[in-house]
């Protein structure tokens, strides 16, 4: 499965919530400060979609906001 995610560093808390144009908006904690955001939507994407974090990769777009991101199944 691949999604199309568009990432919003710095927020209050971490969400992931499907927009209505079939993309992902994530809510995230962390700055984008050395990868940190980037390891925390691996991370959010694995809890959401209840798949180990080895099963989630960024596939394009590490160092822009919008990101697809792909999920093996496990």
Same mark, same amino acid.
């Given at each position: 499965? =691949?999604?199309r995610v568009r990432v919003k560093p710095s927020s209050r808390e971490s &969400?992931?919530?499907a927009q209505p144009d079939g993309t992902w908006l !994530?809510?995230?904690k962390s700055?984008? %400060?050395e990868g940190r &955001?980037?390891?925390e939507l691996i991370a959010? %994407? !694995?809890r959401c979609f209840k798949r180990p974090k080895s &099963? %989630? !990769? =960024?596939k394009s777009g590490a160092s822009s906001r919008t990101k697809l991101v792909t999920i093996r199944d496990a």
């Open positions: 499965m =691949i999604l &969400a992931l919530e !994530a809510r995230l700055a984008p %400060v &955001a980037n390891e959010l %994407v !694995a &099963a %989630v !990769a =960024i």
